[in-house]
Protein backbone atom coordinates (compact mmCIF):
# COMPACT_ATOMS: atom_id res chain seq x y z
CA UNK A 1 0.00 0.00 0.00
CA UNK A 2 1.20 3.57 -0.32
CA UNK A 3 1.66 5.88 2.21
CA UNK A 4 4.51 7.04 4.65
CA UNK A 5 6.26 4.94 7.35
CA UNK A 6 7.73 6.45 10.31
CA UNK A 7 10.69 5.15 12.63
CA UNK A 8 11.15 4.86 15.51
CA UNK A 9 7.38 5.21 16.71
CA UNK A 10 9.00 5.70 20.27
CA UNK A 11 12.58 7.06 20.50
CA UNK A 12 13.98 7.87 24.10
CA UNK A 13 17.33 9.42 24.37
CA UNK A 14 19.35 11.24 26.84
CA UNK A 15 20.28 14.61 26.94
CA UNK A 16 23.39 15.75 24.79
CA UNK A 17 22.40 13.07 22.39
CA UNK A 18 21.46 13.90 18.35
CA UNK A 19 18.72 11.45 17.16
CA UNK A 20 17.15 10.65 13.75
CA UNK A 21 13.89 10.29 12.90
CA UNK A 22 13.08 8.50 8.91
CA UNK A 23 10.60 9.22 6.75
CA UNK A 24 10.01 7.44 3.95
CA UNK A 25 7.18 7.82 1.27
CA UNK A 26 6.64 5.79 -1.70
CA UNK A 27 3.88 8.40 -3.27
CA UNK A 28 6.04 9.50 -5.44
CA UNK A 29 5.21 12.84 -3.63
CA UNK A 30 7.79 16.13 -4.66
CA UNK A 31 7.12 18.06 -1.36
CA UNK A 32 7.83 16.27 2.25
CA UNK A 33 7.62 18.47 5.75
CA UNK A 34 8.25 17.87 8.81
CA UNK A 35 6.19 19.04 11.70
CA UNK A 36 6.36 19.34 15.38
CA UNK A 37 3.37 18.66 17.76
CA UNK A 38 3.20 20.01 21.16
CA UNK A 39 -0.10 19.16 23.39
CA UNK A 40 -2.75 22.46 22.79
CA UNK A 41 -0.24 23.92 20.12
CA UNK A 42 -0.83 22.71 16.73
CA UNK A 43 1.45 21.70 14.14
CA UNK A 44 4.53 23.47 14.05
CA UNK A 45 6.55 23.37 10.87
CA UNK A 46 10.10 22.64 11.38
CA UNK A 47 11.33 21.71 7.50
CA UNK A 48 10.12 20.95 4.02
CA UNK A 49 11.66 19.96 1.31
CA UNK A 50 9.82 20.65 -2.46
CA UNK A 51 12.79 18.57 -4.52
CA UNK A 52 15.21 16.67 -3.81
CA UNK A 53 18.45 18.09 -2.84
CA UNK A 54 16.81 21.03 -1.87
CA UNK A 55 15.11 22.17 1.52
CA UNK A 56 13.77 25.11 3.28
CA UNK A 57 13.32 26.20 7.29
CA UNK A 58 10.13 26.24 8.55
CA UNK A 59 8.83 28.38 11.27
CA UNK A 60 10.77 26.83 14.04
CA UNK A 61 13.88 25.06 12.77
CA UNK A 62 16.76 25.82 15.27
CA UNK A 63 18.12 22.65 16.41
CA UNK A 64 17.21 20.89 14.00
CA UNK A 65 18.27 19.54 10.59
CA UNK A 66 17.11 17.53 7.51
CA UNK A 67 18.90 16.12 4.23
CA UNK A 68 17.19 15.10 0.87
CA UNK A 69 19.27 13.11 -1.19
CA UNK A 70 16.55 10.81 -2.59
CA UNK A 71 13.15 11.79 -3.45
CA UNK A 72 11.32 8.97 -1.00
CA UNK A 73 13.63 9.90 2.15
CA UNK A 74 13.40 12.93 4.52
CA UNK A 75 15.02 12.28 7.48
CA UNK A 76 15.23 14.36 9.96
CA UNK A 77 17.50 15.06 12.82
CA UNK A 78 17.18 16.02 16.33
CA UNK A 79 20.33 17.78 17.36
CA UNK A 80 21.66 18.53 21.15
CA UNK A 81 21.18 22.37 20.58
CA UNK A 82 17.43 21.62 20.68
CA UNK A 83 16.43 23.07 23.62
CA UNK A 84 12.84 21.05 24.41
CA UNK A 85 13.31 18.21 22.29
CA UNK A 86 10.66 16.16 23.79
CA UNK A 87 7.48 16.04 21.53
CA UNK A 88 5.31 14.44 18.90
CA UNK A 89 7.06 14.48 14.91
CA UNK A 90 5.37 13.83 12.28
CA UNK A 91 6.03 13.67 8.37
CA UNK A 92 3.82 14.14 5.92
CA UNK A 93 4.20 14.65 1.77
CA UNK A 94 2.26 16.52 -0.68
CA UNK A 95 2.03 15.57 -4.73
CA UNK A 96 2.81 19.45 -5.23
CA UNK A 97 1.74 22.88 -3.74
CA UNK A 98 1.13 22.92 0.04
CA UNK A 99 -1.59 25.64 -0.27
CA UNK A 100 -3.60 23.54 -2.61
CA UNK A 101 -2.42 19.77 -2.34
CA UNK A 102 -3.42 17.50 0.38
CA UNK A 103 -0.48 16.46 2.86
CA UNK A 104 -0.52 13.04 3.64
CA UNK A 105 0.72 12.24 7.14
CA UNK A 106 3.05 9.43 9.06
CA UNK A 107 1.68 7.95 11.72
CA UNK A 108 4.53 10.22 13.85
CA UNK A 109 7.55 9.47 16.29
CA UNK A 110 6.79 10.03 19.53
CA UNK A 111 10.76 11.46 20.98
CA UNK A 112 11.32 11.56 24.82
CA UNK A 113 14.43 12.72 25.96
CA UNK A 114 15.45 11.55 29.97
CA UNK B 1 -0.52 38.47 10.52
CA UNK B 2 -2.21 35.25 9.42
CA UNK B 3 -3.51 33.07 12.01
CA UNK B 4 -5.77 30.23 12.81
CA UNK B 5 -8.16 30.17 15.94
CA UNK B 6 -9.81 27.12 16.95
CA UNK B 7 -11.87 28.96 20.19
CA UNK B 8 -12.76 25.44 22.05
CA UNK B 9 -10.31 23.12 23.16
CA UNK B 10 -12.04 20.55 24.05
CA UNK B 11 -16.09 19.44 23.62
CA UNK B 12 -18.00 16.38 24.79
CA UNK B 13 -21.17 15.49 22.78
CA UNK B 14 -23.33 12.63 23.07
CA UNK B 15 -23.61 9.89 20.73
CA UNK B 16 -26.38 10.51 18.32
CA UNK B 17 -26.11 14.44 18.79
CA UNK B 18 -25.46 16.92 16.38
CA UNK B 19 -21.76 18.71 16.20
CA UNK B 20 -20.27 22.06 15.47
CA UNK B 21 -16.55 22.90 15.58
CA UNK B 22 -15.36 26.41 15.27
CA UNK B 23 -12.68 27.86 13.17
CA UNK B 24 -11.66 31.77 12.16
CA UNK B 25 -8.85 32.79 10.49
CA UNK B 26 -7.25 35.69 9.83
CA UNK B 27 -6.09 36.51 6.23
CA UNK B 28 -6.52 39.53 3.60
CA UNK B 29 -7.61 37.36 0.75
CA UNK B 30 -9.84 34.08 0.66
CA UNK B 31 -7.38 31.16 1.49
CA UNK B 32 -7.31 27.67 1.20
CA UNK B 33 -9.05 26.03 4.09
CA UNK B 34 -8.92 22.63 5.43
CA UNK B 35 -10.04 20.73 8.21
CA UNK B 36 -8.15 17.02 9.12
CA UNK B 37 -8.81 14.60 12.04
CA UNK B 38 -6.09 12.80 14.21
CA UNK B 39 -6.88 9.70 16.45
CA UNK B 40 -4.79 9.48 19.38
CA UNK B 41 -1.36 8.60 18.40
CA UNK B 42 -1.71 8.80 14.71
CA UNK B 43 -1.28 10.98 11.81
CA UNK B 44 -3.86 13.40 10.70
CA UNK B 45 -5.99 12.94 7.95
CA UNK B 46 -7.92 14.98 5.43
CA UNK B 47 -11.50 15.47 6.36
CA UNK B 48 -12.29 18.26 3.44
CA UNK B 49 -10.96 21.18 2.04
CA UNK B 50 -12.64 24.75 0.41
CA UNK B 51 -10.77 26.44 -2.26
CA UNK B 52 -13.80 28.01 -4.44
CA UNK B 53 -17.26 27.79 -5.34
CA UNK B 54 -19.84 26.16 -3.24
CA UNK B 55 -19.02 27.16 -0.02
CA UNK B 56 -20.78 24.16 1.75
CA UNK B 57 -17.87 21.48 1.36
CA UNK B 58 -18.85 17.90 2.03
CA UNK B 59 -16.28 15.44 3.08
CA UNK B 60 -15.53 11.89 4.22
CA UNK B 61 -17.19 10.57 7.37
CA UNK B 62 -20.14 12.42 6.47
CA UNK B 63 -18.48 15.92 8.11
CA UNK B 64 -19.53 18.77 5.93
CA UNK B 65 -18.36 22.52 6.45
CA UNK B 66 -19.05 25.91 5.68
CA UNK B 67 -17.10 29.09 4.62
CA UNK B 68 -18.59 32.31 5.68
CA UNK B 69 -16.25 35.14 4.24
CA UNK B 70 -17.65 37.65 6.44
CA UNK B 71 -17.33 36.07 9.74
CA UNK B 72 -13.45 34.33 8.50
CA UNK B 73 -15.03 31.46 9.40
CA UNK B 74 -15.03 27.69 8.05
CA UNK B 75 -17.11 25.69 10.53
CA UNK B 76 -16.99 22.03 10.90
CA UNK B 77 -20.37 20.05 11.45
CA UNK B 78 -21.88 16.56 11.63
CA UNK B 79 -25.43 16.05 11.99
CA UNK B 80 -25.20 13.04 13.97
CA UNK B 81 -21.75 11.81 15.66
CA UNK B 82 -20.91 7.98 16.40
CA UNK B 83 -18.55 6.73 18.86
CA UNK B 84 -15.60 6.62 16.43
CA UNK B 85 -15.59 10.00 15.73
CA UNK B 86 -13.89 10.84 19.35
CA UNK B 87 -10.45 12.11 17.79
CA UNK B 88 -8.71 15.93 17.61
CA UNK B 89 -9.77 17.62 14.52
CA UNK B 90 -7.62 20.40 13.54
CA UNK B 91 -8.82 23.41 11.08
CA UNK B 92 -5.67 24.37 8.81
CA UNK B 93 -5.29 27.72 6.35
CA UNK B 94 -3.01 27.62 3.15
CA UNK B 95 -1.94 30.93 1.81
CA UNK B 96 0.62 32.62 -0.38
CA UNK B 97 3.33 33.62 1.37
CA UNK B 98 6.17 36.27 -0.93
CA UNK B 99 7.02 33.68 -3.51
CA UNK B 100 5.96 30.28 -1.36
CA UNK B 101 2.92 29.25 -0.04
CA UNK B 102 2.49 28.45 3.88
CA UNK B 103 0.27 26.42 5.47
CA UNK B 104 -1.23 27.17 9.17
CA UNK B 105 -2.31 24.40 11.71
CA UNK B 106 -5.16 25.54 14.58
CA UNK B 107 -4.27 24.32 17.92
CA UNK B 108 -6.62 21.69 17.24
CA UNK B 109 -10.28 20.85 19.50
CA UNK B 110 -10.54 17.69 21.39
CA UNK B 111 -13.62 15.90 21.22
CA UNK B 112 -15.32 13.42 23.37
CA UNK B 113 -18.47 11.24 22.95
CA UNK B 114 -20.72 10.48 25.33
CA UNK B 115 -22.48 7.05 25.22
Known amino acids: DGGITQSPKYLFRKEGQNVTLSCEQN?????MYWYRQDPGQGLRLIYYSQIVNDFQKGDIAEGYSVSREKKESFPLTVTSAQKNPTAFYLC?????????????FGEGSRLTVL | AQSVTQPDIHITVSEGASLELRCNYS??????LFWYVQSPGQGLQLLLK??????LVQGIKGFEAEFKRSQSSFNLRKPSVHWSDAAEYFCAVGFLYSSASKIIFGSGTRLSIRP
Open chain 1, 92 to 104: ASSPGDTVTGELF
Open chain 2, 50 to 55: YFSGDT
Open chain 1, 27 to 31: LNHDA
Open chain 2, 27 to 32: YGATPY
